[in-house]
């Protein structure tokens, strides 16, 4: 079959791939009556999945660059310490060398053309992503004013579970046994019971924490940050959105811990609160 044709065929079936898919994008991004966080938490995914798809391009494109350097024969082995060991190619034929050469370097240029477009679209979200929060945050800021509160009461983190086994302030640790202020409030729960963002925001920090085990902490739009600790298991990364009622984590005992609890905090101006006074219960 004609190389060249090949060439071609490769070229626009990329193209092809691409443009649908940067298409399905701009389809699912019209505004109207769809909620802000919504197009914000398709905002997010559109961003997880172009650095998903701009890394399998930066794949292929090092075992394309790989090949080409095979090609030229500067093929080198991997291990420094030996001679260069140069991959020969003697008993191809020239004419075959160089159309082999040809077609992988257009096959780079396409690719990286394509990663090019990929990078633009990945910029732009990140910039419509910072914007969208931006807005989201006036507007809950607004709303505050309005009512002149200072910030958004939240749900109960749990379902099911509204017990408090140890209060926020003053109290004697039951690990240590020394008199320290406790920042948040204990609530008993069996294992694995869900908890629940207790507003709309963004996971701040999701993993391991001395003490805390394993912790998520959220940044909500009015600027106070939520703590949920001592989790069997988080479910959601650093940067996710989510919203209200959405389950991030799992009841565990992990860091320090006597059962299984949730440990929750509200912070407001770097300042922790009294937890009962941000949620319903
Ligand atoms: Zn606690």
Do not use: C
């Amino acid at each position: 079959m004609n190389k060249d044709l090949n060439k071609v065929i490769l070229r626009f079936t990329i193209s092809l791939v691409l443009l649908i898919s940067l298409n399905l994008y701009n389809t699912s991004y019209s505004f109207g009556e769809v909620n802000k966080l919504d197009i914000l938490i398709q905002n997010q995914e559109k961003q997880e999945e172009l650095k998903e798809k701009i890394n399998e391009l930066d794949n292929i494109l090092e075992s394309k660059n790989q090949d080409l350097k095979v090609e030229n024969g500067q093929y080198v082995s991997s291990d420094d310490s030996k001679s260069l060991e140069v991959v020969t190619i003697s008993f191809v034929p020239q004419e075959y060398e160089t159309s082999k050469i040809d077609e992988i370097s257009s096959e780079i240029v396409a690719l990286e053309e394509n990663r090019n477009i990929l990078d633009k679209e990945l910029q732009d979200a990140i910039i419509e992503g910072v914007q969208l929060e931006k807005i989201i945050e006036e507007e809950v800021k607004a709303k505050l004013k309005s009512e002149n509160i200072e910030f958004v009461t939240g749900i109960w983190p749990l379902n099911d579970y509204k017990d408090i086994s140890s209060g926020y302030g003053y109290r004697i640790h039951p690990i240590t046994n020394v008199k320290s202020f406790h920042k948040g409030i204990d609530i008993p729960a069996p294992q694995d019971t869900d908890v629940l963002a207790i507003d709309d925001g963004i996971v701040s920090f999701s993993g391991y924490q001395n003490g805390y085990g394993n912790v998520v902490k959220i940044k909500h739009f009015d600027g106070k940050t939520t703590v949920y600790a001592h989790n069997n298991s988080n479910v959601v990364k650093k940067g996710d959105i989510v919203k209200q009622g959405d389950v991030i984590s799992k009841v565990g005992t992990t860091g320090n811990s006597t059962g299984n609890h949730v440990h929750f905090e509200i912070i407001i101006n770097e300042k922790n609160i009294n937890p009962i006074e941000g949620v319903i219960k």
